[in-house]
């Protein structure tokens, strides 16, 4: 089945809109609706040319711990010869319009919707969009966790649409999971796969567990559970989860629940204030 990635255009909302919607920002999760990214709260970045972004997380007392992440807008000719000025931080790329020629390690990619793509710090990537539409895509972005011993990762170019999705056992197939990354490669320190479920299906339980969350709804809708809560989201919609935030999700239908995921992994637990 052919994927459908959301991506927000901006705008405004006209004047006799009411007001209510569906965010919330608590201590345990938020939902940041897709009605909430229009153009007032777009932000810039140095560096990027005819580029617009929505920051959809950031590391925040309160709020996400672990990473940032971005929805990046960028023109016909528009993009970066600089994009990273962190040298600690490790990339994710995931395109969900347009096409993107990104280059490192002296090799031209060029990425189209369902494109992914793993940047460990200093890979001294670049990105620019050749074509005629607008280019939309997620960056997340984390302060890679160096382990003695292990090597840092590899660059990996992926696309969703061939990579085989790997089924929650005792689902019948209705609850699958996308990996770009074996999750048995301890040098990495994230992981961002998509979620997959169909009609019908559900998280059968409240998980609770230490790893952070980001999740951006990419296609459908669905009732899910965060914390004490039981919200709606849908294409568009973002939700953060904090460590221990109890989740589960139930997808309705009438078509396919599909998310952007985003958790931190294979690392110990920091016993001290950094200093």
Same mark, same amino acid.
């Given at each position: 089945?052919?994927?459908?990635?959301?991506?927000?255009?901006?705008?405004?909302?006209?004047?006799?809109?009411?007001?209510?919607?569906?965010?919330?920002?608590?201590?345990?999760?938020?939902?940041?609706?897709?009605?909430?990214?229009?153009?007032?709260?777009?932000?810039?970045?140095? *560096?990027?040319?005819?580029?617009?972004?929505?920051?959809?997380?950031?590391?925040?007392?309160?709020?996400?711990?672990? *990473?940032?992440?971005?929805?990046?807008?960028?023109?016909?000719?528009?993009?970066?010869?600089?994009?990273?000025?962190?040298?600690?931080?490790?990339?994710?790329? *995931?395109?969900?319009?347009?096409?993107?020629?990104?280059?490192?390690?002296?090799?031209?990619?060029?990425?189209?919707?369902?494109?992914?793509?793993?940047?460990?710090?200093?890979?001294?990537?670049?990105?620019?969009?050749?074509?005629?539409?607008?280019?939309?895509?997620?960056?997340?972005?984390?302060?890679?966790?160096?382990?003695?011993?292990?090597?840092?990762?590899?660059?990996?170019?992926?696309?969703?649409?061939?990579?085989?999705?790997?089924?929650?056992?005792?689902?019948?197939?209705?609850?699958?999971?996308?990996?770009?990354?074996?999750?048995?490669?301890?040098?990495?320190?994230?992981?961002?796969?998509?979620?997959?479920?169909?009609?019908?299906?559900?998280?059968?339980?409240?998980?609770?567990?230490?790893?952070?969350?980001?999740?951006?709804?990419?296609?459908?809708?669905?009732?899910?559970?965060?914390?004490?809560?039981?919200?709606?989201?849908?294409?568009?919609?973002?939700?953060?989860?904090?460590? *221990?935030?109890?989740?589960?999700?139930?997808?309705?239908?009438?078509?396919?629940?599909?998310?952007?995921?985003?958790?931190?992994?294979?690392?110990?637990?920091?016993?001290?204030?950094?200093?």
């Amino acid at each position: 089945m052919s994927a459908s990635y959301y991506a927000p255009k901006g705008g405004h909302p006209g004047q006799d809109q009411l007001l209510t919607d569906r965010a919330v920002f608590t201590d345990a999760y938020a939902v940041i609706p897709k009605g909430t990214m229009r153009d007032i709260v777009t932000s810039f970045l140095p *560096f990027w040319d005819d580029t617009r972004l929505w920051v959809i997380a950031r590391p925040l007392s309160g709020f996400a711990e672990t *990473f940032s992440q971005y929805i990046m807008e960028v023109g016909p000719g528009g993009g970066s010869d600089r994009p990273e000025t962190d040298p600690e931080a490790q990339g994710v790329l *995931f395109i969900v319009e347009g096409s993107a020629s990104l280059t490192v390690a002296g090799q031209t990619h060029v990425l189209t919707p369902g494109g992914y793509a793993y940047l460990p710090p200093q890979s001294g990537w670049t990105l620019r969009n050749h074509g005629a539409e607008m280019l939309r895509f997620h960056w997340i972005r984390k302060a890679y966790q160096a382990v003695e011993g292990l090597e840092m990762p590899d660059i990996i170019i992926a696309n969703e649409q061939d990579v085989a999705p790997t089924v929650m056992p005792g689902t019948e197939g209705k609850w699958a999971t996308t990996r770009f990354v074996d999750p048995t490669d301890l040098r990495h320190d994230m992981h961002v796969t998509i979620v997959t479920f169909e009609p019908g299906a559900v998280i059968p339980f409240l998980e609770t567990h230490v790893m952070e969350h980001g999740l951006y709804v990419l296609e459908g809708k669905a009732a899910y559970r965060l914390n004490t809560d039981w919200v709606e989201v849908e294409a568009g919609d973002y939700m953060w989860l904090r460590a *221990f935030c109890p989740q589960a999700c139930y997808a309705g239908g009438p078509g396919r629940f599909r998310y952007l995921l985003y958790k931190d992994v294979n690392r110990h637990m920091p016993l001290r204030a950094p200093r």
